[in-house]
């Protein structure tokens, strides 16, 4: 009788018989992407390459188990979501920046205060970076153009004749 052994999570398993190696794969404990390894072989190998088992219906179950992911999908953070929106906004915006600048940068701090603070892990660091630079840059073109209406302002109001 030969006895296998494979691997799983990182550990080494075995010696077992072929029947019990048979089990583990109908069932799902083990997959077809499973390295498997027996006496003779000079290398581990995937269990779909080996030759003996390829046509083997005891090794592909007809219905897979669902394996659930060992890594919870975070959640998105909604604030770092409204302050991307706004930064990008207000750059569109020619004339007016600062209407939806003022709320990227507000909605920026929050959201990563709010990822950063939070028990659980929360998506969206980025877009609240995203937002806070989008909408400091707003805040920087507005006072930019008001600077420059105020130059224009000031360089017409000299030109204007004083009355007597």
């Known amino acids: 009788m030969t006895s296998w052994y494979y691997g799983s999570q990182g550990q080494q ?5 072929e029947s019990e190696l048979r089990r583990l ?3 799902g404990t083990l997959t077809q992407q499973t390295m498997v390894w027996r006496d003779g072989w000079a290398d ?6 080996v030759g003996e088992w390829q046509t083997s219906a005891a090794i592909t179950p007809s219905v897979l188990p669902y394996e659930p992911s060992s890594y919870a999908v975070p959640t998105q953070c909604g604030l770092a979501i409204a302050s ?6 207000c750059l569109l915006t020619c004339y007016v920046h ?4 003022i709320p990227a940068v507000i909605c920026g701090h ?12 929360m998506a969206g660091r980025g877009m609240a970076i995203a937002g806070l630079v989008t909408g400091y840059l707003g805040l920087l073109l507005q006072i930019a153009m008001l ?18």
């Open 98 to 101: 600062g209407i939806a600048a």
């Open 44 to 49: 581990w190998k995937v269990v779909a390459d």
């Open 110 to 121: 929050m959201a990563i205060k709010k990822i950063r603070e939070s028990d659980v892990p």
């Open 84 to 89: 991307m929106i706004c930064g990008i906004v």
């Open 147 to 164: 600077v420059f209406l105020a130059a224009i302002f000031y360089r017409m109001v000299p030109s204007i004749p004083s009355p007597p």
């Open 25 to 27: 794969l109908a069932d």
């Open 13 to 17: 398993h075995g010696p077992i018989s």
